[in-house]
């Protein structure tokens, strides 16, 4: 039956490797999946994303936020792929709270601590006032390349942010 629709409809036939801006929704979408494994290629789409767009904090996020929900979740992939994010836009906020969940959930704190004061550190305002109940509103768009609310977050399940 699929392959009838797609002689109908010539679209559905064309490569799953898209534009670049397919792969947000992409990942998305598989993090939505309770299965995980809705999208086989999207690993390999990312990772051919970000050999033509080396130096993309985002594409290196994502990457690292894909690595987590397949075979490679309790490696040190995700982790690398966080910190090659951070080291290509060091206000890259949520590469770099991913590189810390990322490194907590590895054991490695010592690391993990001193990431979060960077992380802390490149939040706009931050130092302005460190007293208790103090609430930093973060600007979006001074927060990385993407927006905070467009990127992906690590641990890919549940969590205190999810």
């Given at each position: 039956m699929?392959?009838?629709?797609?002689?109908?409809?010539?679209?559905?036939?064309?490569?799953r490797?898209?534009?670049?801006c397919?792969?947000?929704?992409?990942?998305?979408?598989?993090?939505?999946?309770?299965?995980?494994?809705?999208d086989?290629a999207?690993?390999?789409?990312?990772t051919?994303?970000?050999?033509?767009?080396?130096?993309?904090?985002?594409?290196?996020?994502?990457?690292?936020?894909?690595?987590a929900?397949?075979?490679?979740?309790?490696?040190?992939?995700?982790?690398?792929?966080?910190?090659?994010?951070?080291?290509?836009d060091?206000?890259?906020?949520?590469?770099?709270?991913n590189?810390v969940?990322a490194?907590?959930?590895?054991?490695?704190?010592?690391p993990?601590i001193d990431?979060?004061?960077q992380?802390?550190?490149a939040?706009?305002?931050?130092s302005?006032?460190s007293?208790?109940?103090?609430?930093l509103?973060?600007?979006?768009?001074?927060?990385?390349?993407?927006?905070?609310r467009?990127?992906?977050?690590f641990?890919?399940?549940?969590?205190?942010f999810?």
């Open positions: 699929r392959r009838g629709a797609r002689r109908r409809v010539p679209s559905l036939a064309r490569s490797v898209g534009l670049v397919d792969l947000p929704g992409r990942l998305w979408q598989a993090l939505g999946n309770s299965t995980k494994a809705s086989q999207l690993l390999a789409d990312l051919a994303a970000l050999a033509r767009e080396p130096g993309s904090a985002d594409l290196s996020n994502a990457l690292g936020v894909a690595a929900m397949g075979s490679q979740a309790k490696g040190q992939a995700p982790i690398d792929y966080f910190h090659q994010a951070v080291q290509q060091s206000n890259h906020l949520m590469a770099g709270l590189l969940e490194l907590v959930k590895a054991g490695q704190y010592q993990a990431q979060a004061l992380v802390l550190t939040i706009p305002g931050a302005e006032d007293s208790p109940g103090h609430t509103a973060v600007d979006s768009s001074s927060a990385g390349s993407a927006s905070l467009e990127t992906p977050h641990p890919t399940g549940f969590d205190f999810r």
